[in-house]
């Protein structure tokens, strides 16, 4: 276990190194730069050229790069010229609530997609499978923003139920966590329903089922515990999408998170925010990767055997 543990770290930090390097290559690509939108399309090339040397983008890009790695390294991604606060210190202030809405998407996908999962793969092939599925295919078709503003046309201002944009109580998390958790939904449940008909199959679920024991005894004690590996799997690595979700579903209902911060950062080329946040959205993403292969080993001792072999 400890050398896989070693090889995740390592691959750990390949990979945000990674997306730090990336982010960076992208940001100094794209038209324009931090001086031209600070000063204005306006500004005098004097000026323009002033600011540029006191942002220091006029130095080769080599000696840009290391700069910003240097920086990347202790989490100093400088200061935001809008906000004129650090980086770091604006991202991780929006952080909890971007962390708040995720987790609630989570726990609402995974509650509904574990019951409509298993609901379907008990039956494969029967009328309750073909129409869960069918359900389950529409809802991960369906893009964020266009649910999200259904919703708020329907919970917001039809039935005036919920509020229709802000952050800050329960109430107006229900709408931005619902709407992330529809497509996650469905993915769960596609997942949770392959599975669930596949274990349904083995020979130690009909031996079970032959020593007597319930239909419910034999779900939470053989087929639950097998068929939430994959689904364990698919959680980790979907982390990544559910983040990128956030960015769409935070601007959508005005959620004051990482993702609506990021956006507004990337309009106004607000480099040391962005690549903050881009490095975050990254550690978090990998870590969560390791701690699901943890937990894989876990719930599956032949997965132990194979690392340690």
Known sequence: MFPQIVRRLGLMVFTVWGAVSLTFVILRLAPGDQATVQLGPEAAAADVAALREELGLNRPILVQYLEYLGGAVTGDFGESYRLREPAMTIILDRFPATVVLALTATALALAAGLLLGVLAGRSPGRLVDRVLSGITLVMQAIPPFWSGIMLILLMALTLRLLPSAGSGDLQHLVLPAVTLA???TALVARITRSSVAEVMTEPYILTARSKGSSERAVLARHVMRNSVIPVVTIVSLHIGTLMGGAVIVEQVFAWE????????????????????????FAVVVVTMNLLADLLNSWLDPRIRTEATA
């Not at 990482?258 to 480099?271: E, K, M, T």
């Not at 925010?273 to 881009?278: C, E, K, M, S």
Request: net charge neutral; proline share 4%; aromatic share 8%.
């Open 182 to 184: 529809i497509p996650f």
């Open 257 to 280: 998170g990482v993702g609506s911060l990021l956006v507004n950062a990337v309009g106004n080329r607000d480099y040391a925010i962005v690549q903050g946040a881009t490095v975050l």
